[in-house]
């Protein structure tokens, strides 16, 4: 079973400075994470796993990881993203894996070594690829692996057509079978849930992968 870090940590923010501790707060609200208050002195006492302080005020020394207050305006799912990436830095496998379920509502879910950091349900396949192409440009991953339920070709190819266009750098593309990957949902209102755990399924899935290139490399 694969742990999340995060779930049941709880992050120090350590900083006098009210603009950055508004940042913090509303992020790491946004994320649903839970947090503690404390000085900048204060920091290598605490015990949790993670601190968010400003540059300013880090200590010189300390074994504690830290992320600082400029990362507070990137997208949630990226700022999650770095905090997995600071907890789980020696581990190998950093892959970065994105599940896509197309169709009238677009499912997306993504994984960061091995965690889920984002599930979000999409009609718009323009503002679909914004976001991807956002999450694949700012987190590291020695495997940036984009997988796409084959139910709707037509817009899976569109959606992939598109990423090539706008991410300006290599990708790994699997279309994979996207059968049984569906939750029965009755409720109407329920059913971009059910999308989003369509892609989730489709994250674990394996297709023919193959490597997408740059259209500015390949001309």
Same mark, same amino acid.
């Given at each position: 079973m694969i742990i999340d870090p995060l779930k049941y940590a709880r992050i120090g923010i350590a900083t006098t400075y009210g603009k950055p501790y508004y940042k913090f707060v509303k992020a790491l609200r946004a994320l649903n994470l839970n947090f503690d208050s404390l000085l900048p002195e204060e920091i290598n006492n605490f015990e949790?796993?993670?601190i968010l302080t400003t540059s300013k005020e880090a200590p010189k020394l300390s074994q504690k990881p830290m992320l600082y207050e400029e990362i507070m305006d990137k997208d949630p799912a990226v700022i999650r993203g770095l905090m997995i990436q600071k907890l789980e830095s020696g581990l190998e496998k950093n892959e970065l894996i994105l599940g896509i379920d197309p169709g009238q509502r677009i499912g997306l879910s993504v994984f960061y070594f091995g965690k889920e950091i984002e599930r979000t349900i999409y009609t718009s396949v323009e503002q679909l690829v914004t976001h991807v192409v956002i999450i694949l440009g700012q987190l590291r991953a020695t495997k940036k692996i984009v997988k796409i339920g084959n139910g709707n070709m037509k817009l899976a190819k569109e959606i992939t057509t598109?990423?090539?266009l706008r991410f300006c750098s290599d990708f790994e593309l699997e279309f994979v079978d996207e059968r049984r990957t569906s939750l029965k949902i009755k409720n109407y209102n329920q059913r971009g849930k059910r999308? $989003? $755990?369509?892609?989730r399924y489709i994250t674990? &899935?394996?297709?023919? &992968?193959?490597?997408?290139l740059p259209l500015s490399r390949t001309g």
């Open positions: 949790g796993p993670l598109l990423l090539n999308d $989003m $755990m369509s892609a674990q &899935r394996e297709g023919y &992968r193959h490597f997408i």
